[in-house]
């Protein structure tokens, strides 16, 4: 089968810095995303990772073990804007189709 | 440029009735996903258009649910009849590299069947 585990909330204080937990078991790997999502609106695409690593991108980075089917997706400086769902997603076996986690919903508190 | 649009944005309708959901991707994306989403569940894949081609419907929950991208522009999913588990925000994706590419979603269109 295919499954995608993320915890379901997670709160952390402005300024701080938090890392959000993946794992998946998917029919094959074709890359692993992250979005972010604010309440009502659509996803929007925050980083990919397909090979072992790290990838930063400003004050959000990700990481990724392919043999342990597992990321994460590291946080800094935290904004009260950074408070959203974020969503863990794999492109499986053809690359073609996109599954998703349930998504991580991130409180961030003053 | 547009991004990703979906028509309703909120839709209320009955049980037994139907309804069409419709979505512009970014013009020149040839792939076009559908996505639903029930109340604190995963975001879930209904189906994947390339052009107006079906590339997987794997997705699709049973066969009251039709989707369709005639001239491989805006798609359309609809809905015959509607039943209660229907409800859910629907999402339409598009991405021009199915591969590699990351999706570009709409703002999705929320079903409520009562």
């Known amino acids: 089968g295919q499954n995608i585990d993320q915890p379901t909330e997670m709160t952390a204080t402005e300024g701080a810095i938090v890392q959000i937990n993946c794992t998946y078991q998917?029919?094959?790997?074709?890359?692993l995303f992250w979005y972010q999502q604010h309440a009502g609106e659509a996803p929007t695409f925050l980083s990919y990772?397909?090979?072992?690593g790290l990838e930063e991108k400003g004050r959000f980075s990700s990481f990724l073990s392919r043999s342990k089917g597992y990321s994460y997706l590291l946080l800094k400086e935290l904004q009260m804007k950074d408070s959203a769902s974020y969503l863990c997603?794999?492109?499986?076996?053809?690359?073609?189709?996109?599954?998703f986690g349930a998504g991580t919903r991130l409180f961030v508190k003053a | 440029e547009a991004g990703v649009t979906q028509f309703p944005s909120h839709s209320v309708i009955e049980k037994g009735q139907t309804v069409t959901l419709r979505c512009d991707p970014i013009?020149?994306?040839?792939?076009l996903y559908w996505y639903r989403r029930v109340m604190g569940k995963e975001i879930k894949f209904l189906l994947h258009?390339?052009?107006?081609?079906?590339?997987?419907e794997s997705g699709m929950p049973n066969n009251r649910f039709l989707a369709e991208r005639t001239g491989g522009t805006y798609s359309t999913l609809k809905v015959q009849p509607a039943e209660l588990e229907d409800s859910g925000v629907y999402f339409c994706?598009?991405?021009?590299?199915?591969?590699?590419?990351?999706?570009?979603f709409g703002e999705g269109s929320r079903l409520t069947v009562l």
């Open positions: 258009f390339v052009k107006e081609s079906k590339q997987d």
């Open positions: 013009s020149g994306h040839d792939n």
């Open positions: 994706a598009s991405t021009d590299f199915a591969n590699t590419g990351e999706l570009f």
């Open positions: 990772n397909v090979l072992d």
């Open positions: 997603a794999v492109k499986g076996a053809g690359g073609f189709k996109t599954i």
């Open positions: 998917t029919s094959g790997f074709n890359g």
